[in-house]
């Protein structure tokens, strides 16, 4: 008798709102096939009003405790209904182009701190291997090893030094242009790599990198090619100091975090962190392979210095304009 009446009561139950359950499923049927286009601005408006009206009869369902069959149907629904209400839907092309239109240029604004503190201490670093290297030569090894440094040393004539800038040499030239954008490389992956180490080794490793860009501008003002040999690193160096400043942020991010979580706890304030800094250090792979590119190709097509330093401040333009003037959220 009591079945009996559970099936009569579920029956009753199925009929009153069974329609509004078809509609759902017709509209849900059209998205899932990609056939959105189908549906009018109605259809669209009615979505969530049935979804809503499907949660209420689940819930009616399961504290009656109608047969399983309905209650499987209507969770299966509901599951279904809550991706296209609350989810993203979103293809790999759509995510790659919001990635780059909003998504990156987002997360480089928000670490605009960070970024600050890790391009001082960059610049502190050449500053100061600037000024060691021309008080002594010793310094230069110091930051750059011999065997890597080859002829382009302290004690490299004049002539041999321009030789790697006029595109004369270019076997040499690209040994140490090979050299440098490795280091940079490896600079960066350890900046953001080791970032959780509250933020100290970052800071180094910024420092160390700004010691060798420094060393390296001397030998070169020594011999009276400071402005020659500024063209030919900056003409890919904006692009490439400017991501491994970026890492150096991204890592600062982390660390700064972890040592300051605030009212949450260090885990939830790292993974909250290592998301921005993730956004970050996918586009610091996009601008090495940039890099990389005026490297390989700008810089040797490219000789006359007025050119490289055009160029090198177009990149700076671009650069600016893309992170810091466009695309602001509101």
Same mark, same amino acid.
């Given at each position: 008798?009591?079945e009996a009446?559970?099936?009569l009561?579920?029956?009753?139950?199925?009929?009153?709102?069974?329609?509004?359950w078809?509609k759902?499923?017709?509209?849900?049927?059209?998205?899932?096939?990609?056939?959105s286009?189908m549906?009018?601005?109605?259809?669209?408006?009615r979505?969530p009003v049935?979804?809503?009206a499907?949660l209420s009869s689940?819930s009616v369902a399961?504290a009656?405790?109608?047969d399983a069959?309905?209650?499987g149907?209507?969770?299966s629904?509901?599951?279904?209904?809550?991706f296209f209400?609350?989810?993203t839907?979103?293809?790999l092309?759509e995510r790659i182009?919001?990635?780059?239109?909003r998504?990156?240029?987002?997360?480089?604004?928000?670490?605009?701190r960070?970024t600050?503190?890790s391009?001082?201490f960059?610049?502190?670093g050449?500053a100061v291997g600037?000024?060691?290297t021309r008080?002594?030569?010793?310094w230069?090894?110091?930051?750059?090893?011999?065997?890597l440094a080859?002829p382009r040393?302290p004690h490299s004539t004049?002539a041999e030094?321009?030789?790697?800038?006029?595109g004369?040499g270019?076997?040499g030239l690209?040994?140490?242009?090979s050299?440098l954008?490795t280091h940079?490389?490896?600079i960066a992956?350890?900046?953001f790599?080791?970032?959780f180490a509250?933020?100290?080794?970052?800071?180094?490793?910024?420092?160390?990198?700004?010691?060798v860009?420094?060393?390296?501008?001397?030998?070169?003002?020594a011999?009276g090619l400071g402005?020659?040999a500024?063209g030919?690193?900056l003409i890919?160096g904006i692009t490439?100091?400017f991501?491994v400043?970026l890492?150096?942020?991204?890592?600062?991010h982390i =660390?700064?975090a %972890?040592?300051f979580?605030?009212?949450?706890s260090?885990v939830? $304030? !790292?993974?909250?962190?290592?998301?921005? #800094?993730?956004?970050?250090?996918?586009?610091?792979?996009?601008?090495l392979?940039?890099?990389g590119l005026?490297?390989?190709? =700008?810089?040797? %097509?490219i000789?006359a210095?007025p050119?490289?330093y055009a160029m $090198? !401040?177009f990149?700076a333009?671009?650069? #600016?304009i893309?992170?810091?003037?466009?695309?602001?959220e509101?």
């Amino acid at each position: 008798m009591r079945e009996a009446r559970l099936t009569l009561k579920s029956q009753r139950f199925r009929q009153e709102r069974e329609a509004d359950w078809k509609k759902l499923e017709r509209l849900l049927d059209h998205l899932e096939a990609g056939q959105s286009h189908m549906l009018d601005d109605e259809d669209v408006i009615r979505l969530p009003v049935l979804y809503r009206a499907t949660l209420s009869s689940l819930s009616v369902a399961r504290a009656i405790s109608l047969d399983a069959n309905l209650v499987g149907y209507l969770e299966s629904l509901a599951t279904r209904s809550y991706f296209f209400v609350y989810g993203t839907r979103t293809t790999l092309g759509e995510r790659i182009w919001s990635f780059f239109r909003r998504d990156w240029a987002h997360a480089v604004r928000s670490l605009w701190r960070e970024t600050l503190v890790s391009a001082a201490f960059c610049l502190l670093g050449v500053a100061v291997g600037f000024w060691l290297t021309r008080q002594s030569d010793d310094w230069f090894y110091s930051f750059v090893p011999r065997a890597l440094a080859g002829p382009r040393g302290p004690h490299s004539t004049t002539a041999e030094l321009a030789k790697t800038l006029t595109g004369s040499g270019v076997d040499g030239l690209a040994f140490f242009s090979s050299f440098l954008f490795t280091h940079n490389a490896q600079i960066a992956l350890f900046a953001f790599a080791l970032g959780f180490a509250f933020c100290l080794p970052t800071l180094y490793l910024m420092l160390y990198n700004g010691l060798v860009v420094g060393a390296f501008e001397a030998v070169f003002v020594a011999h009276g090619l400071g402005v020659p040999a500024g063209g030919w690193l900056l003409i890919h160096g904006i692009t490439e100091l400017f991501a491994v400043t970026l890492a150096g942020a991204a890592g600062l991010h982390i =660390g700064w975090a %972890l040592a300051f979580p605030g009212q949450q706890s260090r885990v939830a $304030a !790292a993974r909250a962190a290592g998301l921005k #800094a993730a956004t970050v250090m996918a586009g610091v792979v996009v601008m090495l392979a940039v890099a990389g590119l005026l490297e390989g190709f =700008g810089r040797q %097509l490219i000789t006359a210095t007025p050119a490289r330093y055009a160029m $090198a !401040a177009f990149t700076a333009l671009v650069w #600016a304009i893309y992170f810091y003037g466009t695309g602001k959220e509101r």
